[in-house]
């Protein structure tokens, strides 16, 4: 079973965005709040988005689950307030809710989390717990993406590795979930977001990792750096040197129980960099589709995101560990996806 | 010739580190300034500084030329005012051409700029244009480094495309004179600096590049990415398809004639990568010693910031492209070089 780890539903029918602009103007105009219920999305769009989009891909490509979330960077953390977050969180996790109960053997839940920046932060920390314990028992959501930086490209919060964030991973905990490390949306107008915001955000949550004892305090918490770690495989040597500079234990022992990195490097030569330089079983397959690079590749003839593609043309991978990349990892690291393919069984045996 | 394009005077006598912590406490004090003739620092303080650091170096690794610069996370530009930056540009500046003076056919000079971030950064980036003129006509210097975040850390500056900036490049333009653009420390507890803030910096304004027009504005302005040009060349394929899809040219039409990535890449799979993606003539040989890694690779049991031992083990790279590595394309970027050699070479014979 091949699974892809990072897919987003950019493809979402357009009453999304328009509810999702209503709450913002509300909420700028006069602090007012739309009701979730106000959104009305039919069975037949969301059936035809996926059917046209992400699933089409799929058996296109010969993948055969994906670990769905709503789209990263319109979680745009820092529009609006707590209520605002909270309300747009639930909005967006019960779409993909319902994008699951339709191709319940296709696509599995992660949920965004209702982040706020500044002051609300402590607070909207609390207010994630409570959602990811809502979308994991209620929809059988196997994950969550959470936002180092819900200022939106400025950088306001303390590392991950604060204790603000501490009861957030003690729920994760609980569950038995991990967290993608996943940035949304940049206002900033010196880095764009998904070609520079994005990896940025990988390559500084990978060192804030470096620096603390996080998982001396939650040694069962794993975290995914998507995007294919950022920077950090290309400068692998930089930060193993950097662990010797401080007197740390080297990466593998600090990190690599805890922390793994996904395959969403759009070329051939990085991919063979990443599965070269970072163990096997912490590489998740990954294909971020449908999402920041949509075009064909000229010198391939296929579309960039299509990872698999490039990894099948890879042949130092061995089989062993291109089983790992391509689902066991998926499936230790995301453990409640064997109960998610368990049910969907179930169900269909029982149909 | 061996040419390293990156290193940095982060040996300078304790003088220099005691009269900046000086100026910035009398600055917060009361808004006062140190006076830089406050400084002294003695000939033979240089001397065994240099000797017992990057000359060793350059003469244990077998490289003859380094373009030095000062310490890039200690020009800090966020402290103080316009005043502050450009009293401790001078200083720093001035202690560098007294390095090249002494060790004229080792070290050529690049200088910081006395940038200043907010509501002063136009102001600075005049000044800026000012004081890389006087590094390079009373100092033959032949670069400079360029912070795309004088902030330090919370990116508040507009991107290095804004029209802000064009005094600078105006100068650079007319003193034939590259910018290596690097930014200084990170005073953000969410972004380590070597290993965040510089890589994250290198990554951000690639991706500026990309999305402007500056290089038609100014078709001879030359950039150097350092840090083996961020996150980028791992990432390749997604710069390469955002272009795509952004119905913009391809990147060797659209940047390549005026960017290049130097190789401060700490281990062989990454230079291998670097050197396999980005055409040779955009790549710059670099060490960014004595710098951001300083221990020993017990893999190799050489230094992590010996990139020429590394380059050097890799047999893809062939002669004509590793010439250009090591200091054809240093002649070409940073033309002021040939010049400066050439007034080394007469002073020799005239002695």
Chains 1, 2 share one sequence.
């Not at 994906?66 to 909005?91: C, E, N």
């Not at 965004?112 to 609390?126: F, V």
């Not at 692998?236 to 740390?248: E, K, L, S, T």
């Not at 000229?298 to 890879?314: C, M, N, V, Y």
């Amino acid at each position: 079973m091949i699974i892809d780890c990072h897919g987003h539903f950019t493809t979402a029918p357009k009453e999304l965005g328009i509810w999702r602009e209503r709450q913002i103007a509300a909420f700028e105009g006069s602090g007012a709040r739309v009701s979730p219920s106000e959104l009305e999305i039919g069975d037949e769009q969301i059936r035809t988005a996926i059917e046209q989009g992400q699933l089409k891909l799929q058996i296109e490509r010969g993948t055969d689950l994906t670990i769905f979330s709503p789209g990263a960077g319109k979680m745009a953390h820092h529009y609006g307030d707590a209520r605002t977050s909270l309300d747009w969180s639930q909005v967006s996790n019960d779409l993909i809710a319902r994008v699951c109960g339709l191709f319940p053997d296709r696509f599995v839940g992660a949920c965004q989390l209702p982040q706020s920046p500044g002051e609300a932060l402590a607070e909207s920390i609390r207010a994630s717990a409570i959602e990811v314990e809502r979308c994991v028992t209620e929809h059988g959501f196997v994950g969550c993406l959470l936002n180092p930086d819900p200022s939106d490209g400025f950088w306001q919060a303390p590392p991950l590795t604060d204790r603000v964030y501490y009861p957030l991973y003690e729920k994760l905990v609980e569950l038995d979930v991990p967290a993608m490390v996943h940035v949304a949306m940049s206002r900033n107008a010196a880095i764009q977001g998904t070609c520079a915001h994005y990896l940025n955000g990988d390559t500084s949550v990978f060192m804030q990792l470096c620096q603390s004892e996080l998982f001396r305090d939650f040694p069962t918490l794993r975290m995914i750096i998507p995007h294919g770690g950022g920077a950090v495989p290309y400068h692998w040597g930089r930060y193993r040197g950097m662990m010797i500079d401080q007197g740390r234990p080297p990466l593998e022992e600090a990190l690599l129980h805890n922390v793994f990195f996904d395959t969403c490097v759009y070329h051939k030569r990085g991919l063979e960099l990443l599965t070269d330089i970072v163990p096997a079983r912490n590489v998740l397959f990954a294909s971020e589709m449908i999402g920041a690079v949509r075009s064909v590749d000229p010198e391939t003839g296929r579309r960039f995101d299509d990872t698999k593609a490039i990894l099948d043309s890879i042949e130092s991978i061995g089989d062993q560990d291109r089983a790992a990349i391509y689902g066991d990892n998926a499936l230790r690291v995301f453990p409640r996806l064997n109960a998610a393919l368990q049910n969907t069984k179930q169900q269909e045996v029982a149909q």
